[in-house]
């Protein structure tokens, strides 16, 4: 396998095509219903630590961050993380995981939420949720609800809502 050179860098409107694109890709239609992609529905992703993976001039993967609250505690909700097929298990997708909790941790976000694989994750400082301590306003796999502690701080718990307190 050939090695890529990636370039990352802040996602800018530009590009929403292709990482929606890449999105479709990777979750199909059916993505819209998912409990994560309702929970970002309606609440942009933040500017700042949203980022794009390219190689040459394609866009190859994207990483969004999400403002949440965790009951009353601000959190970032953590994805969708894609890469397009030509390029999974390249480093592409570590490599947008690592550059965007080290911009959340330089901007003094505390808390990262995701729902996900965690034997993946954990190579990230995702832990496992216990059961119930984080709901959310849907299904989900108990299993797949992952948070890293950026401060080392306590977990928090409680309702997922909206970073302006409206309920979903």
Same mark, same amino acid.
Request: proline share 7%.
């Given at each position: ?8 860098? /802040? ?6 095509? @292709?990482?929606?694109?890449? $999105? @479709? ?18 609440? %942009? ?8 993976? /390219?190689? &040459?001039?394609?866009?190859? &993967?994207?990483? =969004? ?8 505690? %601000?959190? !970032?909700?953590?994805? %969708?993380?894609?890469?397009?097929? @030509? ?8 490599? !947008? ?10 901007? &003094? +976000?505390?808390?990262? /939420? ?5 034997? #993946?994750? @954990?190579?990230?400082?995702? $832990? ?8 959310? %306003? ?5 299993? =797949? ?5 950026? +401060?080392?701080? +306590? ?8 970073? #302006?307190?409206?309920?979903?």
């Amino acid at each position: 396998m050939k090695p890529v050179n990636w370039f990352i860098r /802040l996602e800018d409107i530009n590009d929403n095509t @292709e990482v929606e694109a890449l $999105q @479709e890709t990777a979750f199909g239609p059916g993505r819209f219903a998912r409990t994560a992609f309702r929970i970002r529905e309606g609440v %942009p992703h933040r500017a700042d630590l949203s980022f794009v993976g /390219l190689s &040459g001039s394609m866009v190859a &993967g994207s990483v =969004r961050l999400t403002d949440i609250l965790i009951g009353e505690t %601000p959190a !970032l909700l953590l994805g %969708p993380l894609t890469v397009a097929p @030509e390029f999974k298990n390249r480093g592409l997708g570590k490599a !947008l995981m690592w550059t965007a909790l080290e911009a959340a941790k330089k901007a &003094g +976000d505390k808390v990262v /939420l995701l729902v996900g694989d965690a034997a #993946y994750y @954990e190579n990230f400082g995702f $832990q496992r949720v216990p059961f119930g301590a984080i709901e959310l %306003p849907g299904p989900v796999d108990p299993a =797949r609800v992952l948070v890293a502690m950026l +401060d080392g701080g +306590d977990q928090p718990t409680g309702m997922v809502g909206k970073p #302006y307190g409206e309920a979903f």
